[in-house]
Structures are given as structure tokens and as C-alpha cells.
T-cell receptor, first 114, second 114 residues
Framework: DVKVTQSSRYLVKRTGEKVFLECVQD?????MFWYRQDPGLGLRLIYFSYDVKMKEKGDIPEGYSVSREKKERFSLILESASTNQTSMYLCAVQGSYSSYNEQFFGPGTRLTVL | KQEVTQIPAALSVPEGENLVLNCSFT??????LQWFRQDPGKGLTSLLL?????REQTSGRLNASLDKSSGRSTLYIAASQPGDSATYLC?????????????FGQGTTLQVKP
């Protein structure tokens, strides 16, 4: 199985701070995703990337940006954190070939913005 | 627009019971469907993936079925155990998507009582 790691399990930041969430995979998979999960709203896609330096907006990209300089690493950036970005953030990875199109998730980062 | 619904939102059963979790989707044009398990405060663990051309997949005590024409999938859990207590999520990958974007249901939270 693919191993997906996220830089922090819990993070507390203040309003206005710049926040970096990192996701690293140990396989050579092309596709990486960032979701947020909120009670009553489920999982929502923020951004995804299908190759190095490529990015696509998901359903809720406002207030976020991403970076993918290396294939194994996909970063989510909150330029100026706000309280409504308090959430569970989940990274996922997926290969492009039919045998490997399962999505594998990291353990999540619980972000609290005060 | 594809929508995924899981009913019921919560389910409580005694240990040993066989049970079925339901997932429905509004657009039958899907590439595949994936079932996940999520423990409180954790990431998602992939359980089963069914390709659009398949009718079912099995893994241990779990069996997932897919009926594309009616827009339904079920996850059957045999001989439930307290360790099966978790939230179960289904997600569909739209047939038009070649980037792996998943659309999630809200999940069914299962409690198996000893």
C-alpha cells in the first residue's frame, strides 16, 4: 500500500498567520489531493495536482493555494489563516493507471485557527 | 451534478449481526466507486474499490456491490464485531473525470455493541 504522511497531526495558529500543511507520499504516484472535512459538510476538495508543477482548483479553493515542486510532495498554503479555516485537512494520493486508481489518504491534520 | 447519499446517518447493532450500509448516487456515469472507513480523528482507510464494469468486490467479511443502472452500492459486513465501529464513507469517481476527483457521501456511523 501507498504510505501517505502529513507534517502535523494537530496544529494551532492565529488569525492572519501563514500556514503550511505538507503531504508526502512514498510511491511514484502522479495525482495528489487536498480535502477538508467538516461536520455536516463531509469531505470537500480544495485543490489537486496531476503532475509536478501542475495544479487544479477543486470545489472550494478560495483562501488556499498549493505547491508541487517535487512529485512526492504536495503542500497546502493558507496565505492568511481565518477562523473559518478551522477544520480537518486530509491529503490523498492516487496513481494514474487502472490498476492503481484507488485513493489513499494520510492521517489528517486537525487545524485550529484562533 | 453528481450527488452521493448515504442512509442511515447512524446505525447501532449488536455484535455478530450481519448488516448492510447503503450508498446512492444520482448520475450513473461513474468510473468507479470506493468504500472507506474512518475512525474518529483519523484519516480514511480504503476498504474496497469497484470498477464500473464490476458487480461486486469482496475482502474478508466485507462485500461491496454496485448497480450502476439504479445508482446504488451496498457494503455488506458479515458477523459484525465491536472493532468494526467507525464511520463508513462511499465515494464515486465521475465517468467524465480523468483526474481522480472523488465525490463523497456524508457517511454512516456504525456502532457495534458487545
Amino acid at each position: 500500500d501507498v504510505k501517505v504522511t502529513q507534517s502535523s497531526r494537530y496544529l494551532v495558529k492565529r488569525t492572519g498567520e501563514k500556514v503550511f500543511l505538507e503531504c508526502v507520499q512514498d510511491m511514484d504516484h502522479e495525482n495528489m489531493f487536498w480535502y477538508r472535512q467538516d461536520p455536516g459538510l463531509g469531505l470537500r476538495l480544495i485543490y489537486f495536482s496531476y503532475d509536478v508543477k501542475m495544479k487544479e482548483k477543486g470545489d472550494i479553493p478560495e483562501g488556499y493555494s498549493v505547491s508541487r515542486e517535487k512529485k512526492e510532495r504536495f503542500s497546502l498554503i493558507l496565505e492568511s489563516a481565518s477562523t473559518n479555516q478551522t477544520s480537518m485537512y486530509l491529503c490523498a494520493v492516487q496513481g494514474s493507471y487502472s490498476s492503481y486508481n484507488e485513493q489513499f489518504f494520510g492521517p489528517g491534520t486537525r487545524l485550529t485557527v484562533l | 451534478k453528481q450527488e452521493v447519499t448515504q442512509i442511515p446517518a447512524a446505525l447501532s447493532v449488536p455484535e455478530g449481526e450481519n448488516l448492510v450500509l447503503n450508498c446512492s448516487f444520482t448520475d450513473s456515469a461513474i468510473y468507479n466507486l470506493q468504500w472507506f472507513r474512518q475512525d474518529p480523528g483519523k484519516g480514511l482507510t480504503s476498504l474496497l474499490l469497484i470498477q464500473s464494469s464490476q458487480r461486486e468486490q469482496t475482502s474478508g467479511r466485507l462485500n461491496a456491490s454496485l448497480d450502476k443502472s439504479s445508482g446504488r452500492s451496498t457494503l455488506y459486513i458479515a458477523a459484525s464485531q465491536p472493532g468494526d465501529s467507525a464511520t463508513y464513507l462511499c465515494a464515486v469517481r465521475p465517468g467524465s473525470s480523468n483526474t481522480g476527483k472523488l465525490i463523497f457521501g456524508q457517511g454512516t456511523t456504525l456502532q457495534v455493541k458487545p
